[in-house]
């Protein structure tokens, strides 16, 4: 058995301002067995010509319009070649030039399990670390872990391309919620890293539209978890939010 491959696939669309950070994060890391895979949704700024600026290092991108973010990151799934997809946004960051191998040594102890998984902490666009998720990843996680919300930040969670399936564009906001899910469903065996993976641009889609992408996470609950499951947990959601917003912690 051979040390894992990686499709690390960025998104992005006008993010000349963030995406040089990304791209370096990923080429400057010692892993050699690593493809950067751009989905570009025909940007109007710089975006592009940083693009070209790291054409080298870059396994495949293009640049056209799309139906959304997520349209993109099928687009990217269908790009990709390695054993495992990892997406990481613009504006996102690897945590250290060895994460890749370290990752890549656990998923080889570990006889190369369907998910990897870790902790992840929060930027802003600065770069300034705004601290850690609120949400701790759980040291076991399955399927059913979700219904707690989303205990596992997207760009930490690092799934066998063999049985990734495409985002359900059904969702504009939250179809990385139910693809992780989805995910889970199909595992036989995930593995915490036990590490701070990413540092996440803490500005996306999913902030700006938070009412809307929490209206969409609450009808994904109720299709995997049940409705008497999902609004009574809800109930906890409430405290636990109104907690954290009085104790200032982060989301």
Not at 201 to 230: D, H, P, Q, W
Request: aromatic share 14%; charged share 25%.
């Amino acid at each position: 058995m051979d040390l894992p491959s990686f499709s690390i696939i960025t998104v992005t669309y006008n993010a000349a301002k963030v995406l040089e950070k990304t791209i370096l994060s990923v080429i400057n890391q010692t892993y050699c067995d690593i493809e950067l895979i751009i989905i570009d949704g025909d940007s109007k700024d710089e975006t592009v010509n940083i693009i070209r600026q790291y054409e080298s290092n870059i396994s495949y991108w293009i640049s056209e319009p799309d139906q959304g973010i997520y349209d993109a990151m099928n687009k990217g799934l269908l790009a990709a070649t390695g054993d495992y997809v990892w997406f990481l946004n613009a504006g996102d960051e690897l945590q250290n030039h060895m994460i890749v191998w370290e990752v890549a040594k656990i998923a080889f102890q570990k006889k190369l399990p369907d998910i990897l998984y870790g902790e992840t902490d929060l930027i802003d666009f600065e770069g300034k670390i705004l601290g850690k998720r609120r949400l701790k990843a759980p040291q076991k996680l399955d399927r059913k872990s979700f219904k707690m919300g989303m205990l596992v930040c997207h760009q930490a969670f690092i799934v066998k391309r063999s049985i990734a399936p495409e985002y359900n564009l059904q969702y504009r906001f939250s179809a990385d919620f139910e693809w992780c899910i989805r995910c889970m469903k199909k595992t036989k065996k995930i593995t915490h890293t036990q590490m701070r993976l990413v540092y996440y641009l803490y500005e996306g889609l999913t902030t700006a539209n938070r009412k809307k992408s929490l209206k969409e996470r609450y009808a994904i609950m109720c299709k995997y978890y049940g409705t008497f499951v999902t609004s009574t947990l809800h109930i906890w959601f409430a405290i636990r939010f109104y907690w954290a917003k009085f104790t200032k912690q982060t989301i």
